[in-house]
């Protein structure tokens, strides 16, 4: 027994900002951001946290699947930006959706967080632990942003991804996953750390620092890397793919990627440029385009494909 993708949803805020509006914000142009990244515009949370948009993003996929609330096991959140500690985002998410069979909780694996969380459901359903799953994608990284760094700040939005998975004979044929601690320092939070009534030092509480060439050399090298792992270790071809799903960091490493994998651009949807990089959104809302738009059919093989803090890298091959 496998998990099929019932239904997806995806949600994202209102509020659009453009690189024009961060030019007004930090030393940075319009031309530097598309030319080095892709990314156009992005959505900024006002009001709504993690839990709003992971919430609405579920109640979607759940409409799309055509699955009640009740009828879900497990919700897993992949978020590394959840509004509390406690209550877990996902059980916030749980509560809005009125899921009141389900066991929730959230999972931190940064921009992999959804190839995570689904390999995880997988696995429950796999050994029928669980039947019916909710997995999400959501950040709200505007607010662990560092506004005065224009090294980081023009990449990053918010948003939601979801998708309702069963259990049946065909849906998630594989999944690689992979983490590398020692790398940790190149990508980085720092969250409540260190600090209690015994050794008098304050929590602290940090913005995201990016060594971006690094992480650029390690994404361009691992996600072909671990793409061609997912294919060779389930003997499929690689042009029996549809798609390849990726994690929206930068255009320029899609391309590269595609180039080291042999297949053009067609093959590798993009939308980076709407939303810019949302962490564990991205895959999960990427997703969602391609279903509404009608461009998955049953029996399509797709691969989703993460990547980033943890450092944390991740490819699932599924049948749609
Ligand atoms: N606007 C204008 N100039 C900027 C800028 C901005 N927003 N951000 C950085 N610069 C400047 C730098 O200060 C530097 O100036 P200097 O040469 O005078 O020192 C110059 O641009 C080049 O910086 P560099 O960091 O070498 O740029 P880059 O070509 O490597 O592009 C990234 C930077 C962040 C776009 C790129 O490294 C990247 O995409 N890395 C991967 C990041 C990523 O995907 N992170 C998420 C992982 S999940």
């Known amino acids: 027994m496998t998990s099929k993708v019932m239904g997806t949803g995806s949600y994202v805020p209102e509020n659009i900002v453009t690189n024009e509006d961060l030019a007004k914000l930090v030393d940075t142009s319009d031309e530097w951001i598309v030319s080095r990244t892709g990314i156009h515009e992005r959505r900024i949370a006002m009001d709504e946290g993690t839990s709003a948009m992971a919430a609405e993003a579920g109640r979607r996929a759940l409409e799309n699947a055509g699955i009640g609330a009740e009828e879900l096991d497990v919700i897993v959140l992949a978020t590394t930006t959840p509004d509390n500690l406690p209550p877990s985002g996902a059980c916030e998410v749980q509560a809005a959706l009125g899921a009141v069979n389900a066991v929730a909780f959230d999972i931190a694996a940064a921009c992999t967080g959804f190839e995570f969380a689904l390999t995880m459901v997988q696995a429950y359903v796999q050994t029928g632990v669980y039947r019916t799953g909710l997995v999400i994608g959501a950040e709200c990284l505007s607010k662990i942003v560092d506004w005065t760094d224009r090294a980081t700040c023009v990449l990053f939005g918010d948003g939601a991804g979801a998708a309702v998975v069963r259990a049946d004979e065909s849906g998630v044929i594989h999944s690689v996953l992979g983490s590398d601690g020692t790398k940790g320092p190149v990508l980085t939070c720092t969250s409540r750390s260190t600090g209690n009534f015994l050794n008098g030092r ?119």
């Not at 980076?272 to 949302?278: D, E, F, K, L, M």
């Not at 029996?299 to 989703?304: A, M, N, S």
């Open 202 to 320: 304050e929590p602290k509480l940090g913005y995201v620092y990016m060594d971006g060439q690094e992480v650029f050399r390690f994404a361009v090298k691992k996600v072909p890397e671990c793409i061609r792992r997912v294919l060779d270790e389930s003997n499929t071809d690689i042009n029996e793919i549809k798609y390849f799903v990726l994690h929206q960091a930068n255009l320029r490493i899609c391309e590269s990627v595609a180039k080291r994998l042999h297949v053009s651009m067609d093959r590798i949807p993009m939308n980076i440029g709407a939303y810019g990089n949302t962490s564990g959104a991205t895959v999960p809302i990427l997703l969602d385009e391609l279903n509404r738009e009608g461009k998955l059919e049953r029996g399509d093989k797709i691969v989703l494909c993460g990547f980033g803090g943890g450092l944390t890298w991740g490819a699932v091959l599924l049948e749609w």
